[in-house]
């Protein structure tokens, strides 16, 4: 199966693409070639032997693969890179943010039910190995609270909050659902790396902390006891994303409906609405 990295600049190109060249698990695929704006991340990917033919737009390889990796840092350039293959039935991967922009989500899923298309994608950090102990905990118990937190980059070139925020709201899909009924969310200046959201679920309550450093914490509070992690490690997640992908080509089947893909957006949209406004929001 021949697949097309759209967008080279992020690190996810150059991981999948080593991935894709040397992890037998994943030998059904190879790199056809790569679209990207960054000619030095294009010129790193050809020294070292990942990709060997770049295309001056996103959509030259149109009719040349059967499938698209859309690794571009800018949410709002997923829309732009993954639309012309969505509309051909193309299956896509799609990187966090699936887009930032709520009405072209809204397109871009219009186009893959239109079309047949397979998508999956989104955080990597939902695949985090050291989640699945603390799903296991939870199995058979009651929640009755938690916390977590996740680094963040308030200012950048790649949509602000969104660039790096859905990290931390995979993870709390993750471990604890997507029932969230409203959130508020406090930051004191966009130009700090400083967000704290308290997410209702209605019988308990996650807080959430956005933060200037790099490891990731969950702790998960039930009525049979607390279970926590941290970790600055993020093993294979990588390897996962890509076997989502290639179990979803092969079987034919989505691997989360379009509505789980689209609630991470949701949430991000609705954390950025109350810091901003000062008020509880509903997703």
Avoid: W
Avoid at 80 to 108: C, N, Q
Wanted: charged letters at 25%; a negative charge.
């Amino acid at each position: 199966m021949k697949l097309a990295i759209l967008g080279t600049e992020n690190s996810h190109a150059s991981a999948f693409a080593r991935l894709i060249r040397d992890d037998p698990d994943l030998s059904c695929f190879t790199v056809a070639g790569a679209y990207g704006y960054d000619e030095e991340a294009n010129r790193k990917l050809a020294r070292e032997g990942l990709v060997t033919e770049f295309g001056k737009r996103p959509e030259d390889f149109l009719g040349r693969v059967d499938g698209i990796l859309v690794t571009a840092r800018h949410g709002d350039l997923h829309y732009e890179y993954a639309m012309p293959y969505i509309e051909k039935g193309i299956p896509a991967f799609i990187d966090k943010p699936i887009t930032v922009k709520e009405e072209l989500a809204d397109s871009l899923f219009s186009a893959a039910e239109k079309s047949g298309a397979l998508l999956c994608g989104g955080s990597s950090l939902k695949f985090l190995r050291k989640l699945d102990g603390i799903t296991d905990f939870i199995y058979g118990r009651k929640i009755l609270g938690g916390s977590l937190s996740a680094p963040v980059s308030m200012v950048n070139d790649y949509a602000g909050f969104y660039f790096y925020s859905q990290h931390l709201v995979e993870m709390l899909l993750r471990v604890f659902g997507g029932g969230v009924k409203r959130l508020f969310a406090y930051c004191p200046d966009e130009r700090e790396n400083r967000v704290t959201v308290l997410f209702d679920y209605g019988p308990f309550d996650v807080t959430a902390h956005y933060y200037a450093g790099y490891e990731y914490t969950v702790t998960v509070h039930t009525d049979g006891g607390t279970c926590s992690m941290h970790t600055y490690d993020l093993g294979d997640i990588y390897k996962r994303e890509l076997m989502e992908y290639r179990d979803m080509v092969l079987n034919g089947r989505l691997p989360h409906s379009f509505e789980e893909l689209r609630l991470p957006g949701k949430l991000m949209r609705a954390i950025e609405t109350s810091y901003k406004t000062g008020k509880m929001v509903e997703p």
